[in-house]
């Protein structure tokens, strides 16, 4: 097991004035040792001037495969949960905390393993970094590693799932989100407010024992951003 990492700050380039300046970047990180094994790094995509952002957890398989976030049947699952909450899925911006997949090799399946902090901590500026080229009014954390990226390894999803939290008050670090960049020559200002909403990752309903009752219950999270939205 790896306890420390170099981490992504040394690869994100400090002139980098989009998403896909980062998205670029981010092909060539080393932050953590994920990058040997995975195929390939996998940013976010979606909508650069969405107001609602998703924060997952690592791409899985065949997300790795594809290089986009949330293709797999975890991502299929929370398509039709955006829809049933009445969301607008072409105005969203998709991303995860850890942006390489992280698997052990059984024969020769790719079996996701969960992240580490160490991977979830090396990982982190570029979600900081995605987070200074959007304008979301409202996040929406989907389970346990999003939930430690953003809101610190405190935070428990089971006991907090559903609520509206401010943002960027409620994060681990809130000065890392406080302020956005306005223009290419760097000025700042701080961001609008926002709000942040925890639920579970769609691959928890896909393991579920009751899967209707899971989806449900994320539908009903989903539906709180919804109305959250102005
Ligand atoms: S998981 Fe994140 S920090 Fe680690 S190599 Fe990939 S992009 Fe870099």
């Given at each position: 097991?790896?306890?420390?990492?170099?981490?992504?700050?040394?690869?994100?380039?400090?002139?980098?004035?989009?998403l896909?300046?980062l998205r670029?970047?981010a092909?060539?990180?080393?932050?953590?040792?994920?990058?040997?094994?995975?195929?390939?790094?996998v940013f976010g995509r979606g909508?650069a001037?969405a107001?609602?952002v998703f924060v997952g957890?690592?791409?899985?398989?065949?997300?790795?495969?594809?290089?986009l976030p949330f293709?797999?049947?975890?991502?299929?699952?929370?398509?039709?949960?955006?829809?049933?909450?009445?969301?607008?899925?072409?105005?969203i911006y998709l991303t995860n905390?850890?942006k390489?997949?992280?698997?052990?090799?059984?024969?020769?399946?790719?079996?996701?393993?969960?992240?580490?902090?160490?991977?979830?901590?090396?990982?982190?500026?570029w979600l900081?970094a995605e987070f200074?080229k959007l304008?979301?009014?409202?996040?929406?954390?989907?389970?346990?590693?999003?939930?430690?990226?953003?809101?610190?390894?405190?935070?428990?999803?089971?006991?907090?799932?559903?609520?509206?939290?401010?943002?960027?008050?409620?994060?681990?670090?809130?000065?890392?989100?406080?302020?956005?960049?306005?223009?290419?020559?760097?000025?700042?200002?701080?961001?609008?407010?926002?709000?942040?909403?925890?639920?579970?990752?769609?691959?928890?309903?896909?393991?579920?024992?009751?899967?209707?009752?899971?989806?449900?219950?994320?539908?009903?999270?989903?539906?709180?951003?919804?109305?959250?939205?102005?």
């Amino acid at each position: 097991m790896v306890d420390i990492a170099p981490g992504a700050q040394q690869f994100i380039p400090p002139q980098a004035e989009t998403l896909d300046d980062l998205r670029a970047a981010a092909a060539g990180c080393r932050g953590c040792e994920l990058y040997r094994d995975a195929s390939q790094t996998v940013f976010g995509r979606g909508d650069a001037t969405a107001r609602l952002v998703f924060v997952g957890e690592q791409p899985g398989d065949m997300e790795d495969q594809k290089g986009l976030p949330f293709v797999g049947p975890a991502g299929r699952l929370l398509r039709r949960a955006v829809d049933d909450a009445g969301l607008d899925p072409g105005h969203i911006y998709l991303t995860n905390a850890v942006k390489h997949f992280r698997f052990e090799l059984r024969g020769r399946r790719r079996i996701h393993q969960t992240p580490d902090q160490v991977h979830i901590t090396a990982c982190r500026p570029w979600l900081v970094a995605e987070f200074t080229k959007l304008n979301p009014q409202v996040i929406v954390v989907l389970g346990a590693t999003a939930a430690k990226a953003l809101l610190g390894p405190g935070f428990r999803v089971t006991r907090q799932r559903g609520e509206l939290l401010p943002w960027p008050a409620a994060a681990q670090h809130p000065e890392d989100f406080q302020r956005v960049p306005v223009d290419s020559a760097g000025d700042t200002t701080d961001a609008p407010s926002a709000r942040l909403l925890a639920t579970i990752h769609p691959s928890a309903v896909l393991r579920a024992d009751d899967q209707d009752k899971a989806y449900e219950g994320l539908v009903a999270d989903l539906t709180v951003a919804a109305r959250a939205l102005t």
